[in-house]
């Protein structure tokens, strides 16, 4: 039979890079081989289960380029894909296992096991719970009060479970110190460790690639699928994404001091912002995996052929948000004109500059700003930030730009002189108008950068952008030389 892995969310809030990073790298381990990735929604949590989430889950991978073999809307010979459409096979399952005596059913109150744990901590030692004693007599007494009862796993003592992970190497460990666990709850809801465990043995999956947070939950599972006589897949667990030039894990209490950071924790944030999917799968791949330090940009197709779990580190990876901008800024030199623009138009739909339809001639400026912009423009929201003054007929001056490059003695008459020579040059051409501003900054004795700078902010209302005479043969003269006099005009009204 051929590799199958799968990736099972949880529907309880958005994408972390982490989880995407996860699938990832079950889906290339996949792909590599020939074999099948499937998409599991583990909703069983109905009490943290966030409405939309399991969209949001499948337009985020879409977006990114991860798709399915088999799970939610692709259906698959061994769905259904939703833990909490597949009740009937937890529940015959918890049967068997009650049948061979490996799992009891539970009477225990919240209030006994209270108790015991306050006793196990006042003797000092380690509190695990264990089958109670019950007698006939109190088997009968909890079925005519129809007691709740949980199912509970019956661990086996004094065995050494051994784990040859494929990422971590071998790892032991002693059954003493797992208690009996439930698997199935009192309201009859199957718990994590039992429920798929069940589901990889249906869906007969062969590789199991998680996050190094999930090897604690590996023991118990392994005991359920011994006892359920399957053999276990292959466990590959992924050191958690640590913070930005730490070893500590990124936190979700920490997002207000990421997001002041510039440091993006979920994977809407990239989409949102105007990422490019084949730089946010480039840089993932590369999180914690190594393959040759002189190679940084990696397609699609070379992640799948290159891509195997020997080489995932077993030690956490820092996230690296300049790493990736980066790599993003590298993969948008690869992608062409027409792409940028329709990247662009939804940021500047959104804010109002352009309707829902481009005009021929909003169509022709954007792709002439775009060209403009060169490399400055790494996401497609750059474009509010670095060109909004292009589409809007109303400048914004930043305060500093102003500050800095129009207070000064002399910059008014100079953008008088400045207004004249525009509204007097024959032809309206970057090459043109770069000749008579030199030839105008020469006879006037003025510096050339204190010239160029000046113009600049006062056509603009920004102290950096594209080149200044891409600005204006893109503004156009009538533009230009509304905004000299409304910046003359304000320098006018700071003096009175």
């Known amino acids: 039979m051929s590799i199958r892995t799968r990736f099972a969310p949880s529907p309880t809030g958005y994408l972390h890079i982490g989880g995407v990073r996860t ?38 991978f879409r977006w990114i380029g991860i798709d399915w073999d088999e799970g939610p809307e692709v259906g698959g010979p061994f769905g259904p894909y939703y833990q909490s459409e597949r009740q009937d096979l937890y529940r015959n399952a ?13 009477y225990s109150t919240d209030a006994e096991r209270a108790a015991e744990k306050a006793a196990a901590e006042k003797a000092k030692r380690a509190y695990r719970f264990r089958k109670p004693a019950y007698s006939d007599a109190d088997l009968a007494r909890f079925e005519a009060e129809a007691r709740p ?11 050494t479970l051994v784990l040859n992970d494929a990422i971590k190497g071998p790892v032991n460990f002693d059954t003493d110190e797992i208690g009996d666990f439930v698997i199935v709850r009192p309201d009859g809801a199957p ?44 466990f590959a667990h992924i050191p958690y994404v640590a913070e930005p030039g730490s070893r500590a894990k990124m936190s979700k209490r920490k997002l207000e001091e990421y997001e002041k950071q510039g440091v ?19 840089y993932l791949s590369r999180l914690g995996w190594s393959f040759d330090a002189a190679q940084e940009i990696f397609t699609r197709a070379e992640l799948i052929e290159k891509f195997t779990l020997d080489r995932v580190n077993s030690s956490p990876a820092s996230h690296d948000q300049d790493k990736l901008f980066w790599i993003e800024g590298e993969w948008m030199k690869t992608i062409p004109l027409e792409r940028k623009a329709a990247g662009c138009i939804p940021y500047l739909r959104q804010a109002g500059l352009v309707g829902d339809a481009l005009t021929a001639d909003q169509d022709a400026r954007l792709e002439a700003v775009i060209t403009a912009l060169g490399d400055r423009l790494k996401v497609f929201s750059d474009i509010l930030k670095l060109g909004r003054f292009f589409f809007s007929e109303q400048v914004e001056y930043d305060p500093d730009a102003v500050k800095k490059r129009l207070r000064k003695d002399g910059v008014d008459a100079m953008l008088g002189d400045l207004a004249g020579l525009l509204r ?21 004795g003025r510096k050339m950068g204190d010239v160029v700078n ?10 950096v952008g594209p080149g200044l005479y891409d600005c204006l043969v893109i503004l156009g003269r009538e533009t230009c030389l509304a905004r000299i006099e409304k910046a003359r005009a304000l320098l006018a009204a700071s003096k009175a």
């Open 264 to 282: 993006l924790v979920y994977l809407h944030q990239y989409i949102e912002r105007g990422y490019l999917p084949e730089a946010l799968m480039n």
């Open 149 to 159: 009862y949980a199912l509970r796993f019956q661990v086996p003592l004094g065995r």
């Open 23 to 60: 699938a990832l790298f079950n889906w290339l381990l996949a792909r590599g081989q020939g074999g099948q990735f499937i998409l599991r929604i583990d909703d069983t949590d109905r009490e943290r289960h966030v409405d939309q989430a399991v969209e949001k889950i499948l337009d985020g």
């Open 191 to 234: 718990l994590y460790n039992f429920a798929s465990a069940v589901d990889d043995v249906a869906m007969r999956i062969t590789h199991v690639v998680r996050a190094e947070e999930h090897l604690s939950n590996t023991f118990p599972q392994l005991l359920v699928l011994e006892a359920l006589g399957a053999a276990p897949p292959v």
């Open 94 to 106: 918890a049967q068997k296992l009650v049948e061979s005596g490996r799992v009891y059913r539970d």
């Open 424 to 444: 007097d040059a024959e032809c309206f051409e970057t090459a043109p108008l770069e000749q008579a501003v030199h030839a105008y900054a020469e006879r006037a």
């Open 454 to 463: 000046a113009l600049r902010v006062a056509v603009t209302g920004q102290g």
